[in-house]
């Protein structure tokens, strides 16, 4: 496999946005050394990074109807779930036109109907009165520098439980040093269930849900195999990795 080429290379306020292709494969980057997504360009659907995969572990205990993403990305989550629930509505909420544009020419990202990006900031949106409830809201907010920190914040919290259903999940990446923070004092104080995934490239997937619905070991099972079979990858490598926190 030949070593990553640059593609293409544009900036916008927030700094430069870099694509690379190693032939089988294309990186977004938001900055030199930084690797944000990757895609594999015969199977753009399938999620090749471990946070990404962890972040459709929700699909496994129900199937939500409507999606809201924060921070679009290459668009891998949204790809994935585009292409495993052929009924579901997303709404993508990116900061950068230029990471849309490049999602769309380089990496796969449908245009279609049943995907609907907003170009905002996403906390800002978030503040908009409230027209529509999701049943998953997944924050994935991060630039040149790291995380953005606003997504670690209580009121953030609080906005994105503003915009689920009454049995919804939030969804948010992190990164592992951030295990000690008070997100989930935050989280706890909101929600009945919290879960956490640490993968091995350091991320720390959360997730929170109000949810009563109990599933069984069979159905847990039942929803393993399906969820392998949809996503094209064995999802047991992941649903190993959550742990139940309350």
């Not at 938001?30 to 990757?38: H, I, Y």
């Not at 953005?148 to 209580?154: D, F, G, Y």
């Not at 909101?190 to 720390?204: A, H, L, P, Q, V």
């Not at 109990?214 to 039942?222: N, T």
Request: hydrophobic share 40%; glycine share 4%.
């Amino acid at each position: 496999m030949m070593l990553p080429k640059e593609i293409f290379r544009g900036y916008d306020e927030h700094g430069a946005i870099i694509v690379r292709d190693d032939g089988n494969r294309r990186f977004l980057s938001f900055g030199e050394t930084d690797e944000q997504s990757c895609v594999l360009k015969a199977s753009p659907e399938v999620p090749q990074y471990t946070f990404i995969r962890a972040m459709l572990y929700p699909l496994m205990h129900f199937t939500p109807k409507r999606v809201l993403t924060l921070g679009l990305g290459a668009g891998s989550l949204t790809n994935a779930l585009h292409a495993q629930l052929p009924e579901l509505k997303q709404t993508v909420v990116e900061l950068s036109p230029l990471v849309v544009d490049v999602a769309h020419r380089f990496f796969y990202l449908p245009r279609s109907k049943r995907i609907e990006i907003i170009t905002a900031d996403a906390f800002e949106f978030l503040q908009r009165p409230v027209e529509r409830r999701y049943d998953m809201v997944v924050s994935d907010l991060y630039n040149a520098e790291g995380l953005n920190e606003i997504q670690m914040e209580s009121v953030f919290i609080d906005a994105c439980q503003s915009r689920l259903t009454q049995q919804g999940w939030l969804v948010l990446n992190c990164w592992s040093d951030h295990r000690e923070a008070e997100i989930l004092d935050h989280l706890k104080a909101r929600f009945e269930s919290i879960y956490t995934c640490t993968t091995e490239d350091g991320n720390w997937v959360l997730f929170a849900t109000n949810s009563r619905q109990e599933v069984s070991q069979s159905q847990l099972k039942s929803s393993l195999k399906s969820m392998s079979d949809q996503s094209g990858f064995a999802f047991n490598s992941v649903a190993k990795r959550v742990r139940r926190l309350g």
